[in-house]
């Protein structure tokens, strides 16, 4: 069974702190996905990494891909109270590219 | 808008009444699918469908049906609801058919079964 797993599980913070997320597997992933779920809300895409090594950023958030295609990270600089949410990762199978695998997520509260 | 519009939102029931949980995208997308999320177990996928009339069991399908007549509509029909399906559901679509890209979710259903 393929399994994504995601640390910490649970992360609170101060306004303006950095922090980083995993997402780790021994499976290789042909892309994997990085969404955020807001209370009372569906998820929502922030990004895609596709080539092992690829760093990826959007304003404050840095994603990047393990070289081996095995994990990723999401680094948040100057953690805002607009960034708290559940943080999501997804793995598309590099064998079966129907499903994705999706990690238990990582909820980050970021306090005033 | 570019949405998934899921119905109910919220919904109390009671075991064995059956109940159908409607989900409509409106960006014209292959790839349909349903998901259930539960505390400590994530997202678990039910059913997907990559076309009309073309639909696939996920992860958990038990105890739920699905059908694809139409491509904007994909509805969840739970046939004889249990307290194990109290849960969190969500809709999604996706452009691509045969690897699912960026899935778009709707706002989720939020089920109980008393």
């Known amino acids: 069974t393929q399994l994504l797993e995601q640390s910490p599980q649970f992360l609170s913070i101060q306004e303006g702190e950095n922090l980083t997320v995993y997402c780790n597997s021994s499976s290789v992933f042909s892309s994997l996905q990085w969404y955020r779920q807001e209370p009372g809300e569906g998820p929502v895409l922030l990004v895609t990494v596709v080539t092992g090594g690829e760093v990826k950023k959007l304003k404050r958030l840095t994603f990047q891909f393990g070289d081996a295609r095995k994990d990723s990270s999401l680094h948040i600089t100057a953690a805002q109270p607009g960034d708290t949410g559940l943080y999501l990762c997804a793995g598309l199978n590099a064998g079966n590219n129907r499903k994705l695998i999706w990690g238990l997520g990582t909820s980050l509260a970021v306090n005033p | 808008e570019a949405q998934v519009t899921q119905n109910p939102r919220y919904l109390i029931t009671v075991t064995g009444k059956k109940l159908t949980v409607t989900c409509s995208q409106n960006?014209?997308?292959?790839?349909m699918s349903w998901y259930r999320q539960d505390p400590g177990l994530g997202l678990r996928q039910i059913y997907y469908?990559?076309?009309?009339?073309?639909?696939d069991k996920g992860d958990v399908p038990e105890g739920y049906k699905v059908s694809r007549k139409e491509k904007r509509n994909f509805p969840l029909i739970l046939e004889s609801p249990s307290p194990n399906q109290t849960s969190l559901y969500f809709c999604a679509s996706s452009r691509k058919r045969e690897a699912p890209g960026e899935l778009f979710f709707g706002e989720g259903s939020r089920l109980t079964v008393l």
């Open positions: 960006m014209n997308h292959e790839y």
């Open positions: 469908s990559m076309n009309v009339e073309v639909t």
